[in-house]
């Protein structure tokens, strides 16, 4: 299958720093791709679609100005929380498609997120 | 998206085959039952899909109902690595569409 991969995996951050997030397709071009958030023992919640040059599509409740997604190419998406607090702590997780008529999601590793 | 109801927990015996079922009676015609697992901490594994008929790869078959309202997701040989939250989910193919999570199967594979 694709591969996806998600860098850092893991980062501790204070409160009021802002994180980057990297989500790359290795080996297939994706114009979509999709940022899920999860919570200890709950299932994953999707974020926000992620489009290849143009703005990213938010889900009810996600706040835009603080969760910045950009994907400037067919294989990087980037998220980045601004102002980072501790309920802002979770696992962020990517996925991408590559986009055919029987498209198939394939998800990164994800990035584990403890703000301070 | 069709919604699926899947049972919270299962258990399997090491070697003996895993079946997992999931509902999804509201299912359209053009709908795909789409499973993954999710090892913990880690993202979610793509394991298989289909539209009507019988699905296998080296990973698992999917059995799906003739009138498509259920599944059954098959590990033929369980082994402790399967232990996992296994996600039935059924969306439409087209382009690039985003995947709704339910709550899974907690599966775990004892000794």
């Known amino acids: 299958g694709a591969v996806v991969s998600q860098h850092p995996s893991r980062v501790i951050c204070k409160s009021g720093t802002s994180v980057k997030i990297e989500c790359r397709s290795l080996d297939f071009q994706a114009t979509t791709m999709f940022w899920y958030r999860q919570f200890p023992k709950q299932s994953l919640m999707l974020m926000a679609t992620s489009n290849e040059g143009s703005k990213a599509t938010y889900e009810q409740g996600v706040e835009k100005d603080k969760f910045l997604i950009n994907h400037a190419s067919l294989t990087l998406s980037t998220l980045t929380v601004t102002s980072a607090h501790p309920e802002d702590s979770s696992f962020y997780i990517c996925?991408?498609?590559?986009?055919?008529?029987?498209?198939?999601?394939?998800f990164g590793p994800g990035t584990r997120l403890t703000v301070l | 998206d069709a919604k699926t109801t899947q049972p919270p927990s299962m258990d399997c015996a090491e070697g003996r085959a895993a079946n997992l079922p999931c509902n999804h009676s509201t299912i359209s015609g053009n709908e795909y039952v789409y499973w993954y697992r999710q090892i913990h901490s880690q993202g979610p594994q793509y394991i298989i899909h289909?539209?009507?008929n019988n699905e296998t790869n080296e990973m698992a078959s999917l059995i799906i109902t003739e009138d498509r309202k259920s599944s059954t997701l098959i590990l033929p040989h369980a082994t402790l690595r399967d232990t996992a939250v296994y996600y039935c989910?059924?969306?439409?193919?087209?382009?690039?569409?985003?995947?709704?999570f339910g709550q899974g199967t907690r599966l775990t594979i004892n000794p």
């Open positions: 996925s991408a498609g590559q986009g055919y008529v029987t498209d198939t999601q394939y």
């Open positions: 989910i059924v969306r439409t193919p087209q382009g690039a569409q985003k995947l709704v």
């Open positions: 289909g539209l009507k």
